[in-house]
C-alpha cells in the first residue's frame, strides 16, 4: 500500500516561486514512474512533468518546460516540483502520482498511475 502525500502549495505572486513535495510513505518509489498533474476547475487533469528510469529522466509539458524542475531525493521516497516564473495560468490543484509498472507509454496520462495524493492548492496573485 503506497501513501502520497502533497505539500508546498500556496499563494504566490506572478513571477515567484514556489517547491512541491510529494512524500511516499508505505515503499520508495523505486522503479517507478512518479509525476505532476494539475487539473483546472471543471477540466481534465493534465500533465505537468515526470521523473523515472530511477530518476535518470525527465519529462515535460511545453507549458511549464523551462521553469518548472522535478526531480527526485537520494532515498527515493520523496519527488519534488521547483516552479519558477510562475504565471496566473498556472493557478491549480496540483496532484503527485505514481505508477509502481513503469508504463512508459502512458506517462503523460492520468489513467495510466495508480496511485494519487489528495492534491494542493496553487494560486497566483496578481
Known amino acids: 500500500q503506497v501513501h502520497l502525500v502533497e505539500s508546498g502549495g500556496g499563494l504566490v505572486q506572478d513571477g515567484g516561486s514556489l517547491r512541491l513535495s510529494c512524500a511516499a510513505s508505505?515503499?520508495?518509489?523505486?522503479?517507478?514512474?512518479v509525476a505532476w498533474f494539475r487539473q483546472p476547475p471543471g477540466k481534465e487533469r493534465e500533465f505537468v512533468a515526470a521523473?523515472?528510469?530511477?530518476?535518470?529522466?525527465?519529462s515535460y509539458a511545453d507549458s511549464v518546460k523551462g521553469r518548472f524542475t522535478i526531480s527526485m531525493d537520494t532515498t527515493k521516497s520523496t519527488v519534488f516540483l521547483q516552479m519558477n516564473s510562475l504565471k496566473s495560468d498556472d493557478t491549480d490543484v496540483y496532484y503527485c502520482?505514481?505508477?509502481?509498472?513503469?508504463?512508459?507509454?502512458?506517462?503523460?496520462?492520468?489513467?495510466?498511475?495508480?496511485?494519487w495524493g489528495q492534491g494542493t492548492q496553487v494560486t497566483g496573485s496578481s
Open positions: 502520482a505514481y505508477d509502481p509498472r513503469l508504463i512508459l507509454s502512458s506517462l503523460r496520462l492520468p489513467n495510466g498511475y495508480d496511485y
Open positions: 508505505g515503499r520508495t518509489f523505486s522503479n517507478a514512474a
Open positions: 521523473i523515472f528510469r530511477i530518476a535518470s529522466r525527465t
